[in-house]
T-cell receptor, first 115, second 114 residues
Framework: EAQVTQNPRYLITVTGKKLTVTCSQN?????MSWYRQDPGLGLRQIYY???????DKGDVPEGYKVSRKEKRNFPLILESPSPNQTSLYFC??????????????FGNGTRLTVT | QQQVKQSPQSLIVQKGGISIINCAYE??????FPWYQQFPGKGPALLIA?????SEKKEGRFTISFNKSAKQFSLHIMDSQPGDSATYFC?????????????FGPGTRLSVLP
């Protein structure tokens, strides 16, 4: 089944404790991206990657890191989490079959709570 | 300039009724307007999308109406069903931007009563 898999689904941590949220897709998509979803704000892009070893900042990159060492994986790293990073996070991927008009395929989300 | 406004925030419709969600954008460079549907505990999934060269696109019970001069677009769900209960996000982007930096609206929570 074609899918984007995120882990973990739920994560509770304390301020300053480094964490990684993993994302993997099995559709051979070149493009991958991370979003955060907050009430009243919709989804906001954190980082994106157009291919292996190519990453760039989205709209809200502060406090996050990413890496793209393999085409299928795109982990999100919070080196020193803070309470304002408490949110619902989504990983998404896309092919370039329709260029920038290609649909995004989302994972099922990771709910992060930082206390 | 980058904002996409969406209304209403929540919507309650009787089964069989019409659900209408409206969005407005500011950036005239946007040329791709998708709608995403999100069920509880799931990620958003593409529902329907439109480009500004047409004023309307219909897929089954779902229709996007697009008004380029007013910079507005809307989603109409005909014969709404309880299974349509979900959160709906409109979005906008420049299709030639391979960064696919979509600007999403804040979402509308739709409840369809049986």
């Amino acid at each position: 089944e074609a899918q984007v898999t995120q882990n973990p689904r739920y994560l509770i941590t304390v301020t300053g404790k480094k964490l990684t949220v993993t994302c993997s897709q099995n559709m051979n998509h070149e493009y991958m991206s991370w979003y955060r979803q907050d009430p009243g704000l919709g989804l906001r892009q954190i980082y994106y990657s157009m291919n292996v070893e190519v990453t760039d900042k989205g709209d809200v990159p502060e406090g996050y890191k990413v890496s793209r060492k393999e085409k299928r994986n795109f982990p999100l790293i919070l080196e020193s989490p803070s309470p304002n990073q408490t949110s619902l996070y989504f990983c998404a991927s896309s092919s370039y079959g329709q260029g920038g008009y290609s649909p995004l395929h989302f994972g099922n989300g990771t709910r992060l709570t930082v206390t | 300039q980058q904002q996409v406004k969406q209304s209403p925030q929540s919507l309650i419709v009787q089964k069989g009724g019409i659900s209408i969600i409206n969005c407005a954008y500011e950036n005239t460079a946007f040329d791709y307007f998708p709608w995403y549907q999100q069920f509880p505990g799931k990620g958003p999934a593409l529902l329907i999308a439109i480009r500004p060269d047409v004023s309307e696109k219909k897929e089954g019970r779902f229709t996007i109406s697009f008004n380029k001069s007013a910079k507005q677009f809307s989603l109409h769900i005909m014969d709404s069903q309880p299974g349509d209960s979900a959160t709906y996000f409109c979005a906008a982007s420049k299709g030639d931007n391979y960064g696919q930096n979509f600007v999403f609206g804040p979402g509308t929570r739709l409840s369809v009563l049986p």
